[in-house]
């Protein structure tokens, strides 16, 4: 399973890339007075973690995890063996970080596995290619381990790598928990096989493809009472902390309005399904690949990255990038899922989200807040601009990877900040509303640092599988309506249905091959 998803919170897309590669496996005992000295930790008191899913995203956290000593990463799984198509964002970008996580010596390592250049995705986004699958995953591991004191002559051997989720967790009987960054559809799957193996879980974004798929993995979540979290960080952060103290504190009046805007997407959306048939790529399980959606021929339109905007196989702008905003303005406002969503796009096409859309939620009232609407815009879109804003804030209006923001919309004035609420200011500005000086929030770094310490009996990550359940049941409601626009979709959490369009059911519960039923 391959990702290469767009991640941005708070940092720029560039600043994510501070990890390195990839993941390992077969856990090797290393007696104790190899591995000793400062920082040393009992391989006893590791967290055994498979990393499933070695794209870009997969790599850039398991590169991460590799670098903790509390970690030990034991075995990689992806369906792709190796290839180097995956998109980066900087030259050469994911080999460099691997060879700086290597550290002196290995400047030159992994020379094959170099970028063999660029390619235009879109008319506006050219990346860098780079290296991604399973082989690649498991060298770097084993590269790093036999770096640091892992053996006497400085090599490693212990990395398992698999083709299939199934076998891994079948077979790696040394293993407390996995780690997720496959294409959208097969995060449910994967979560609670794993889950009912009494595995933890960290998934990345979107937690599940559907709504249905969210209620449960929460459900096994609570049942199997392992270690869960979605990697988002916007409930922990000091800039949702500070926005909810300013707003209970009538910094802006009373809510009842939320606009969210987005850059996305960088990969093509409003486009039809291609009429050819590729050659499936040497080392590519493209069956395993497809896993739970629909039987469709190879083509290179879907993979690697590109599969973000395409119905079958993710959630477009809005599940790249609501997760992570929603789970804060959640944490903020006290929200439970809305009652009503309809969009207004750009032409609609059958088999992929649309280029541009504006998303419409209406949220009911709680004990301590009327009902409220918040808006989502993607594509270049944007709400009205505030008037008076500074010439900073002008920024997150304009277009281009700056462009995104949100705006809390009260009675008495609005709050202004970054897309994920990050470097908040408030207007009319006040004295008694000031911004701190600016400290760089690591969100991913939050998240695993959370689900690390409750795989050790600590406390329950704050973006847990049960409490983001309903987060992602809000944007995902947000995605059906961009495949229906102009419909209002009225929805009963209740009974988990749309009242008001079977049509629009039809993607509350969608059929998964039975091949791929968990």
Same mark, same amino acid.
């Given at each position: ?42 391989? &006893?008191? $590791? ?7 070695? /794209? ?7 590169? +991460? !995890? =590799? %670098? ?78 036999? &770096?640091? $004191? ?7 051997? /212990? ?7 199934? +076998? !891994? =967790? %079948? ?348």
């Amino acid at each position: 399973m391959k990702d290469g998803t767009f991640e941005q919170t708070g940092a720029s897309r560039r600043d994510l890339l501070r990890g390195a590669v990839s993941a390992a496996t077969s856990f090797v005992i290393v007696p104790r007075h190899v591995l000793g000295g400062v920082g040393y930790v009992a391989p &006893s008191d $590791k967290v055994t973690i498979a990393s499933i899913g070695l /794209g870009r995203q997969g790599q850039a956290i398991t590169m +991460e !995890l =590799l %670098a903790r000593p509390d970690v030990q990463i034991v075995a990689v799984c992806d369906c792709n063996q190796e290839s180097k198509n995956y998109a980066e964002y900087g030259d050469n970008a994911l080999l460099k970080s691997a060879r700086r996580l290597l550290g002196p010596g290995y400047e030159n390592w992994g020379e094959d596995l170099a970028s063999p250049g660029e390619a235009q995705l879109t008319h506006d986004f050219r990346t860098s290619l780079g290296m991604g699958g399973r082989e690649p995953a498991r060298r770097l591991i084993e590269a790093y381990y036999g &770096s640091r $004191k892992g053996s006497a002559s400085g090599a490693y051997k /212990g990395c398992g790598a698999y083709k299939d989720y199934r +076998e !891994l =967790l %079948a077979k790696q009987q040394d293993l407390d928990a996995v780690y997720i960054a496959t294409p959208d559809h097969w995060h449910a799957a994967i979560s609670i096989a794993a889950m009912r193996k009494r595995k933890h879980v960290f998934c990345q974004k979107p937690m599940t493809h559907s709504i249905a798929d969210a209620r449960r993995v929460a459900a096994v979540a609570r049942e199997m009472k392992v270690a869960t979290s979605v990697a988002i960080n916007n409930p922990s952060t000091d800039s949702t902390k500070l926005i909810a103290d300013w707003i209970a504190d009538g910094a802006i009046g009373t809510v009842r309005e939320v606009h969210n805007w987005s850059s996305r997407p960088y990969w093509p959306q409003g486009i039809e399904r291609p009429k050819t048939v590729d050659p499936i790529p040497e080392g590519l399980d493209w069956d395993m690949w497809l896993g739970p959606a629909p039987e469709r021929p190879f083509n290179n339109a879907y993979l690697p990255f590109v599969w973000r905007g395409w119905y079958d196989f993710g959630d477009g702008s809005f599940g790249d990038m609501g997760c992570y905003s929603f789970a804060g303005v959640f944490t903020i406002l006290n929200l439970t899922p809305p009652v009503s969503v309809e969009s207004s796009t750009t032409p609609r096409y059958d088999e992929t989200f649309p280029k541009a859309s504006i998303v419409y939620l209406n949220f009911p009232a709680a004990e301590r807040r009327p009902a409220l609407r918040m808006s989502w815009y993607d594509g270049g879109l944007r709400p009205p601009r505030p008037k008076g804003l500074r010439k900073e804030d002008q920024r997150l209006f304009e277009s281009g990877e700056e462009g995104e923001g949100i705006l809390y919309v009260g009675d008495k004035g609005v709050l202004l900040g970054g897309f994920n609420g990050e470097h908040p200011r408030v207007y009319p500005e006040s004295p008694k509303y000031q911004t701190p000086p600016v400290r760089k929030e690591h969100h991913r770094d939050l998240a695993v640092d959370q689900w690390i310490a409750a795989c050790k009996g600590g406390p329950s990550p704050k973006a847990n599988f049960e409490s983001e359940a309903p987060v992602t049941e809000a944007f995902l409601l947000g995605c059906i309506a961009q495949r229906l626009p102009g419909e209002l979709l009225e929805w009963d959490t209740g009974k988990m249905r749309i009242t008001s369009s079977e049509k629009a059911n039809e993607y509350v519960t969608p059929v998964v091959r039975s091949a791929y039923k968990v």
